[in-house]
């Protein structure tokens, strides 16, 4: 049973558009990480978040922590096909992660 | 290349063999951490070393799977009796316990190998 709840499952968008995905829980997580995995690859870290209402940017990505740590969400603006990839918000610590089933991001020319 | 490698990448096998899989992580990294991936799923945590030392394997989902760690460098995970649902991909991660000028030190940046796909016929 995932505690991390990712929405939407898949989200496709035309190159140039601007997205947000979103990652909750009814849990508090001492910190958020956020990863992208491409097809056949592991996972790639992206960004960890650990105090309530943190927002960081990262180019064209934004991440946010919720006040109350129990959710996040990340918008990336301006898509590029290079942005496309499964997308997975994890939370816990020391490794011992608990992971979302992943928002697909398909960003076609 | 200094990275996470796993082997193999790809192994089919048949229901009720056993299966064995490598991770040799990040020479300076001491821990280390097995997942399991299934298709349209995140990766779930299964245990994890901190040199040779598995401090977690409560998450292994059955006494048919095992994990080692002999000298604190590389890792076997092993899969006795596989059965169809053993199907999935095997990731391995590794992390370090130094302190992170980015990451406070409870957090850790997991960095994964390729993973071995795993398919039981």
């Known amino acids: 049973t995932q505690l991390l709840e990712q929405s939407p499952q898949f989200l496709s968008i035309q190159e140039g558009e601007n997205l947000t995905v979103y990652c909750n829980s009814s849990?508090?997580?001492?910190?958020l990480q956020w990863y992208r995995q491409e097809p056949g690859e592991g996972p790639v870290l992206l960004v960890t978040?650990?105090?309530?209402?943190e927002v960081k940017k990262l180019k064209r990505l934004t991440f946010q922590f919720g006040d109350a740590r129990k959710d996040s969400s990340l918008h990336i603006t301006a898509a590029q096909p290079g942005d496309t990839g499964l997308y997975l918000c994890?939370?816990?610590?020391?490794?011992?992660?608990?992971f979302g089933a992943g928002t697909q991001v398909v960003v076609t020319p | 290349d200094t990275g996470v490698s796993q082997d193999p990448r790809h192994k089919i096998t048949k229901r009720g063999q056993n299966v064995t899989f490598r991770c040799d992580p990040i020479?300076?990294?001491?821990?280390l951490y097995w997942y399991r991936q299934t298709l349209g799923q995140g990766p779930e945590f299964l245990t994890y070393f901190q040199n040779e030392a598995q401090l977690e394997k409560s998450r292994l989902l059955s006494d048919r799977f095992s994990a080692e760690r002999p000298k604190g460098s590389f890792s076997t995970l092993e899969i006795q009796r596989t059965e169809q649902g053993d199907s999935a991909m095997y990731l391995c991660a590794s992390s370090s316990k130094r302190r992170d000028s980015q990451f406070l030190p409870n957090t850790g940046e997991l960095f994964f190998g390729e993973g071995s796909r795993l398919t039981v016929l």
């Open positions: 978040v650990v105090t309530g209402g």
């Open positions: 994890a939370g816990g610590s020391w490794g011992k992660f608990q």
């Open positions: 020479s300076e990294h001491n821990r």
């Open positions: 849990s508090v997580f001492s910190s």
